[in-house]
């Protein structure tokens, strides 16, 4: 049913939460394979909706969003899971639950129901997941006793543990230090050079776009104001007109960042 080069498309999608207020204005767009994508825009913007009606949680007024060509609302939530795995901004779990046993419900996709017990298949994955994100010293501690960055560590370790090809990430860096925000995007861009995870996440920092996205989709008022590499796209005059700001671009040692200055008025 579903092609290794899993891509997730969303066709002219439109969205209301009341009658008189449309959040998402007609959407087209596709999710480059194997690359990361950020996804931009000012608070109310409509970045969380769209990635709400992306992962499914959501569904649209009109419009389609597909993966690899089939409506996600025509595929079951097991098979959705082992192809697109989520990790929000606030996640949450028992105090108490181990790390090795948050990350082993990434394999319930693949476990028949009412079942009991892990397969080795099972046990491989979580392990395998636990090491790809420095987590397994972690494996026996309580989630309470992690710090955010580990945590956040451990819930991308539950998604990579469903061996899915898609990663949507939502606000992940959102609450922690500068150190630990870099440490998660560090984590992020080896998996995708070294995995081929292909990964849309929602963005604050421009600059860490500009440093860790291969693309990026910036959003204003429920459209879409640009798409394309994240190099091309982001403009001192595209960043003026989405967050109504004075943005000036510079490069320093080959990287491109960007510095703003509030508009008042």
């Known amino acids: 049913m579903y092609m290794e080069n899993r891509q997730i498309r969303v066709e002219n999608i439109r969205f209301s939460y009341h009658k008189d207020n449309e959040v998402i204005r007609g959407l087209n767009l596709a999710v480059p394979h194997g690359k990361i994508t950020a996804l931009l825009?000012?608070?109310?913007?409509?970045?969380?909706?769209?990635?709400?009606?992306?992962?499914?949680?959501?569904?649209?007024?009109?419009g389609r969003v597909l993966l690899d060509g089939v409506p996600i609302d025509k595929i079951k939530r097991r098979d959705f899971a082992r192809q697109v795995a989520v990790v929000y901004q606030h996640n949450t779990a028992p105090d108490d639950i181990t790390?090795?046993?948050?990350?082993?419900?990434?394999?319930?996709?693949?476990?028949?129901l009412?079942?009991?017990g892990q397969k080795a298949e099972?046990?491989?994955?979580v392990d395998h997941a636990l090491a790809?994100?420095?987590?397994?010293?972690?494996?026996?501690?309580?989630?309470?006793?992690?710090?955010?960055?580990?945590?956040?560590r451990v819930w991308l370790a539950m998604a990579l543990a469903q061996s899915a090809k898609i990663l949507l990430l939502d606000e992940i860096t959102t609450f922690l230090?500068?150190?630990?925000?870099?440490?998660?995007?560090?984590?992020?861009?080896?998996?995708n050079n070294e995995h081929g995870i292909t990964v849309l996440m929602i963005l604050h920092d421009i600059n860490q776009a500009l440093e860790f996205s291969d693309a990026s989709i910036v959003m204003g008022n429920g459209t879409i104001l640009a798409n394309g590499p994240t190099r091309e796209i982001i403009t001192e005059s595209l960043l003026n007109r989405a967050f109504q700001v004075n943005a000036h671009m510079a490069e320093s040692g080959g990287s491109r960042y960007c510095v703003f200055k509030y508009r008042g008025g």
């Open 41 to 62: 825009g000012p608070n109310g913007c409509g970045k969380s909706t769209l990635f709400h009606l992306m992962t499914g949680q959501l569904k649209p007024s009109t």
């Open 99 to 112: 790390v090795r046993k948050l990350v082993s419900f990434g394999r319930t996709p693949y476990q028949p």
């Open 114 to 116: 009412f079942s009991y």
């Open 122 to 125: 099972d046990s491989r994955m």
């Open 132 to 152: 790809i994100t420095d987590t397994a010293e972690l494996a026996d501690c309580a989630i309470s006793e992690l710090s955010g960055g580990q945590r956040q």
């Open 177 to 191: 230090d500068i150190h630990y925000q870099l440490e998660i995007l560090h984590l992020i861009r080896r998996l």
